[in-house]
């Protein structure tokens, strides 16, 4: 398997499990399904509210042998009603117990927005907590603890803007090691890219099939769709691979980490040997000019009448 190293040599399996949208009922199966497969990824966030369940998949498969956890890459997030530093170790400490886990190899702040502690998801004025009043810089100490505290091995954020990057790393005692962000080929984060690769922050690429799978709310009308796309048709047709294999391919010859998420053991295998697909010259140029700077999950829904967040501010754009 394809990987990627951090400055201090630990490497991150290239391709991971996506869990976001994988129902409680379903993600045990989808996991233990991925480990015997061969995936030794998996990205969680509490939000996801499977924390527990992908716990049990992953300490069955070490209890029997089909993966050592020491050979297991495992991400969690700070939820947005965590960002007190006094509240962020013991999130990490539910997701711990949760995840079935005395450590965890990356944990990242999942969004620049803050919710009152006990939140799940903000709607009133009341329940939001503008990041003047809660800063990022003082989150990210309480999760610099948590290294020190040996309970994470790396961390980084989510949903970071290069500005709210710049001004993170002005501040920061350990420099964010990943930036996990919307990219696929609508999306494609040419700035913050480079802005990634000069500052050593390895990037992750979530939703890179177009997440068709979000709740309807979460949807605009008029979304283009990734896996139905001409160009991506064309070049998997070239190669006799699925369209799914062309986005995740095309997002590990740029250097990113992906995660897709699957719950069907069959797709689940496909995208996993998408790491073994090389595409060419060709390829990249076609996929390179369906860029549109189109976010599917644009934020929007931690904005409204009485928010202190815009979608401008969150994403600095
Ligand atoms: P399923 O879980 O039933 O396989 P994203 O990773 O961008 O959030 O996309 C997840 C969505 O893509 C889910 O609806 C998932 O459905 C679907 N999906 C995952 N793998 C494939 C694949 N290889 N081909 C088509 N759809 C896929």
């Known amino acids: 398997m394809l990987s990627f190293s951090f400055s201090n040599g630990d490497t991150l399996p290239a391709l991971g499990l996506g869990t976001w949208k994988s129902s409680p009922g379903t993600v045990q199966a989808a996991v233990a399904e991925a480990l015997a497969a061969g995936y030794r990824h998996i990205d969680c966030a509490p939000i996801y509210q499977n924390e527990p369940e992908v716990g049990r998949a992953v300490a069955e498969a070490i209890g029997t042998g089909t993966v050592a956890r020491g050979d297991l890459w495992l991400t969690s997030k700070l939820w947005n009603n965590a960002h007190a530093p006094e509240r962020v170790r013991p999130a990490l400490e539910q997701t711990l117990a949760d995840l079935r886990t005395d450590y965890l190899d990356l944990f990242l702040i999942h969004w620049p927005v803050a919710f009152a502690p006990g939140v799940l998801f903000a709607r009133k004025k009341e329940e939001f907590i503008p990041l003047a009043d809660l800063p990022i810089a003082e989150t990210w100490k309480a999760m610099e603890a948590c290294v020190a505290a040996g309970l994470v091995r790396h961390i980084g954020v989510c949903n970071f803007s290069v500005a709210k990057l710049e001004a993170l790393c002005r501040r920061a005692t350990i420099r964010p090691e990943m930036n996990q962000v919307e990219l696929h080929p609508y999306l494609q984060q040419r700035a ?97 000019a369906l860029d549109r700077g189109y976010r599917f999950v644009d934020g929007s829904f931690f904005t409204g009448p009485q928010s202190p967040y815009t979608v401008a501010a969150i994403w600095d754009e």
Do not use: Y
């Open 192 to 288: 913050t890219l480079d802005f990634c690769k000069q500052n050593n922050i390895l990037v992750t690429a979530f939703s890179p099939l177009g997440s068709g799978d979000r709740p309807a709310a979460m949807k605009k009308a008029d979304e283009p769709t990734l896996l139905d796309n001409p160009v991506i048709l064309q070049v998997a047709a070239r190669h006799g691979i699925t369209p799914a294999q062309v986005l995740l391919a095309w997002a590990l010859a740029r250097q990113t980490v992906v995660i897709p998420k699957s719950v069907n053991p069959e797709r689940l295998r496909q995208n996993l040997a998408a790491a073994e697909v090389r595409l060419d010259d060709r390829d990249m140029a076609a996929i390179a």
